[in-house]
T-cell receptor
Framework: AQSVTQLDSQVPVFEEAPVELRCNYSSSVSVYLFWYVQYPNQGLQLLLKYLSGSTLVESINGFEAEFNKSQTSFHLRKPSVHISDTAEYFCAVSYNAGNMLTFGGGTRLMVKP | DGGITQSPKYLFRKEGQNVTLSCEQNLNHDAMYWYRQDPGQGLRLIYYSQIVNDFQKGDIAEGYSVSREKKESFPLTVTSAQKNPTAFYLC????????????FGPGTRLLVL
């Protein structure tokens, strides 16, 4: 069965420190990869996605993620976090070029002053 | 503004009662989805519809029903057969092409009286 694993359920970090949120997925010939962010009591918003081409993708607010095919990973990174980055982050995978998504369990990023 | 609306924001259900959650989109998307979110469990797919007048069960369809009579609307009914309905319910839509972003509504929180 296809699965997406987010290894950390919670990640506490101090403001201006770097952070990495980990995501691994079950191997498949063809995958599209997504990171979504959810602020409290809201829906999910797309942060960034990888479809093809350069394995490093960036968002407008300083996050980046790298597709690593050999390790079946798509970890999310930010070199310096802000208080406003406090939210839950979900990794999602679309298998076999379809439009259905399989979600990881989420990682709660808690940025402390 | 294009987007997805869900109503109500909060919904209370009495035992034995069926309740219906509304989801409307004006993005001209063919595909629509319903997810259930419980703390620490990520998003689980309840039902999805790839086109009007057609829908499919997701991973946790028992105790739920849907209809897709119009392209822009995909209501979810939580029936009395759903014994543990307390959760945050999210509706999403996308085009049917692979790799397309799913856009999410703001969610409905269902509570049992």
């Amino acid at each position: 069965a296809q699965s997406v694993t987010q290894l950390d359920s919670q990640v506490p970090v101090f403001e201006e420190a770097p952070v990495e949120l980990r995501c691994n997925y079950s191997s498949s010939v063809s995958v599209y990869l997504f990171w979504y962010v959810q602020y409290p009591n809201q829906g999910l918003q797309l942060l960034l996605k990888y479809l093809s081409g350069s394995t490093l993708v960036e968002s407008i607010n300083g996050f980046e993620a790298e597709f690593n095919k050999s390790q079946t990973s798509f970890h999310l990174r930010k070199p310096s976090v802000h208080i406003s980055d406090t939210a839950e982050y979900f990794c999602a995978v679309s298998y076999n070029a379809g439009n259905m998504l399989t979600f990881g369990g989420g990682t709660r990023l808690m940025v402390k002053p | 503004d294009g987007g997805i609306t869900q109503s109500p924001k909060y919904l209370f259900r009495k035992e034995g009662q069926n309740v219906t959650l509304s989801c409307e989109q004006n993005l001209n998307h063919d595909a629509m989805y319903w997810y259930r979110q419980d703390p620490g469990q990520g998003l689980r797919l309840i039902y999805y519809s790839q086109i009007v007048n057609d829908f499919q069960k997701g991973d946790i369809a028992e105790g739920y029903s849907v209809s897709r009579e119009k392209k822009e609307s995909f209501p979810l009914t939580v029936t009395s057969a759903q014994k543990n309905p307390t959760a945050f319910y999210l509706c999403a839509s996308s085009s049917r092409s692979g790799g397309e972003t799913q856009y999410f509504g703001p969610g409905t929180r269902l509570l049992v009286l």
